[in-house]
T-cell receptor, first 114, second 114 residues
Framework: DAGVIQSPRHEVTEMGQEVTLRCKPI?????LFWYRQTMMRGLELLIY????????DSGMPEDRFSAKMPNASFSTLKIQPSEPRDSAVYFC????????????FGQGTRLTVV | AQSVAQPEDQVNVAEGNPLTVKCTYS??????LFWYVQYPNRGLQFLLK??????LVKGSYGFEAEFNKSQTSFHLKKPSALVSDSALYFC????????????FGSGTQLTVLP
């Protein structure tokens, strides 16, 4: 398996624009996570899905952020409108449904909002 | 609530010397504990985990960690450090039976000096 695949790897956008980050989890994994990493706040869980259903989105910072998982092999994280403080590295991770299994992370999307 | 503390932002060690990266945790009940490593511009990679059983857990690249329930610690160790071990290390915890997902520590930057 190619692992968790995220696209794009880098995104530079202007403030106010819509940004969409994409993730393909590992086949057979039914839990998917979106994290945000910044120097100031470290690694934060934004939202996670189980069997394509959002279970906990309490980490989503604002209504400008939304996430979807239309099927088991694809998820998106959208920011609309984007702001400079959204600049961060966004990671997607997936694992099997067992709670004692490790999550596998993608290589991340580095988002810069100017 | 669950939390993880990595008390050292930075650890420096000479190549060939033993290394320790510290982690303490707080959960209700028994924990699942994980260590991940992050190289520059990469996603987090799983190193090892404690689920149950033997308190000494062996993982990838010669790393090991010891679960100490009385001290609520899960320190990462390696007998002989390599320059290539230089990276950012994250400890993570989840309470067994908890509905919450992994909580990550703030990370420890390990630098192995040649």
């Amino acid at each position: 398996d190619a692992g968790v695949i995220q696209s794009p790897r880098h995104e530079v956008t202007e403030m106010g624009q819509e940004v969409t980050l994409r993730c393909k989890p590992i086949s057979g994994h039914n839990s998917l996570f979106w994290y945000r990493q910044t120097m100031m706040r470290g690694l934060e869980l934004l939202i996670y899905f189980n069997n394509n259903v959002p279970i906990d989105d309490s980490g989503m910072p604002e209504d400008r952020f939304s996430a979807k998982m239309p099927n088991a092999s694809f998820s998106t994280l959208k920011i609309q409108p984007s702001e400079p403080r959204d600049s961060a590295v966004y990671f997607c991770a997936s694992r099997t449904g067992s709670t004692n299994t490790e999550a596998f992370f993608g290589q991340g999307t580095r988002l810069t909002v100017v | 609530a669950q939390s993880v503390a990595q008390p050292e932002d930075q650890v420096n060690v000479a190549e060939g010397n033993p290394l320790t990266v510290k982690c303490t945790y707080s959960v209700s009940g028994n924990p699942y504990l994980f260590w991940y490593v992050q190289y520059p511009n990469r996603g987090l990679q799983f190193l090892l985990k404690y689920i149950t059983g033997d308190n000494l857990v062996k993982g990838s690249y010669g790393f090991e960690a010891e679960f100490n329930k009385s001290q609520t610690s899960f320190h990462l160790k390696k007998p002989s450090a390599l320059v290539s071990d230089s990276a950012l290390y994250f400890c993570a915890v989840r309470g067994q039976g908890s509905a919450r997902q992994l909580t990550f520590g703030s990370g420890t930057q390990l630098t192995v000096l040649p």
